[in-house]
Structures are given as structure tokens and as C-alpha cells.
């Protein structure tokens, strides 16, 4: 079984190779992440924390609850842990917390 998330147009795209196109067996939409998923990525990725739903909502909206950002932000609050010595991360913790919001860096300025 191979599962490729992401690829929005490859049914379409597929579809040039009718022997391959025919061999999928499902073409299922991803949906965004939830609040449960949410907290079963951090209880497998980052087991030593101790994060509450309401940690976990901030980290699901700051990922627009796509997965590999919702992964990627746990381990930014991994770090946060890291470095401030805290296991159990509360709301006071949020603010300080840098999270990978998916956007490009501006480019600097005066670089050629």
C-alpha cells in the first residue's frame, strides 16, 4: 500500500496512465487535523510533556490543522521545554513559544 497526502492534483494527473490510474483502490480527500489527533501526535511525539487541550487548540490553530505543521510545532514546544527546564507547559507558556506558522521568510534587504 502506498499513501501519498498532499498531492491535490495527482488523480488528474494519473489519469495520462490508465494502467496505473486503474490500480488505485481509493482516492480519500485528507481532512484537517482535530483536537484528538492533535493530543495522539503529542502523546506519541512528545511523550515526556504534559500539554492540556487548551496548549494543544493553540497548537492546532497555529498549524491551520495540517499534520506536518502540527508535528512541527510540537517539537517547537519540545524546544521551548527544552530550554526553559518545564515539562508540563501551561497558556502562560504560549506567548513565549515560537511556532512554525508556514510562511516564507521576508528576504533581506540590501542582499543581491
Known amino acids: 500500500m502506498l499513501i501519498l497526502i498532499g498531492e491535490e492534483v495527482l488523480p ?20 484537517p487535523a ?21 496548549v494543544l487548540q493553540v497548537v492546532l490553530e497555529k498549524s491551520a490543522a495540517n499534520f506536518r505543521r502540527v508535528v512541527a510545532n510540537l517539537n517547537h514546544v519540545n524546544l521551548y521545554s527544552l ?14 513559544i515560537e511556532f512554525f506558522l508556514g510562511e516564507a521568510p521576508t528576504p533581506r534587504r540590501g542582499m543581491a
Open 34 to 54: 482535530d483536537l484528538r489527533e492533535t493530543r495522539v501526535l503529542a502523546q506519541l511525539k512528545q511523550p515526556q510533556l504534559t500539554l492540556p487541550d487548551d
Open 83 to 96: 530550554t526553559s527546564g518545564r515539562s508540563e507547559i501551561t497558556m502562560a507558556d504560549v506567548p513565549k
Open 12 to 31: 488528474q494527473r494519473l489519469r495520462r496512465w490508465e494502467r496505473v490510474h486503474n490500480r488505485i483502490g481509493a482516492w480519500p480527500a485528507a481532512q
